[in-house]
């Protein structure tokens, strides 16, 4: 698929969006900040990434994630845990990115923040029943499939 981005900071064109390797899932975002950003523990801050993008079709969605090393390392995960970027956004990606860790952390201008993964989306066409046929599960609630 071909994604259509804009550079909304011009510090990007030495950092251009990409992916790490062949295999990479999900598309490197970085902090673009005028200085550094000492994040206190169990605090959060909205982080701009310096570009926009636009998918246009409604059958794909965006993602941001945290990066797995940033998270598991240092406690920075993202407040809202995932971002939703639907096809017909076309503003600037933001991070809220949030401390969960005891330790402060200074995040650096440019550095590698996030992840941003393009996914399928279905749409459902919501049809009212007044009731659901039966199935092995029914309405058992969390935990009634058993630990393991």
Sequence with gaps: MQLDFKILDERLRVHMPGYATAGSAGLDLRACLQAPLTLAPGRWELVATGMAIHLKDPGCAALILPRSGL???????????????????????MVSAWNRSGVEYTLQPMERLAQLVIVPVLQAELREVREFAPSERGQSGYGSTGRQ
């Design 71 to 93: 998270g598991h390392k240092h406690g920075i995960v993202l407040g809202n845990l995932v971002g939703l970027i639907d096809s017909d956004y076309q503003g600037e990606l």
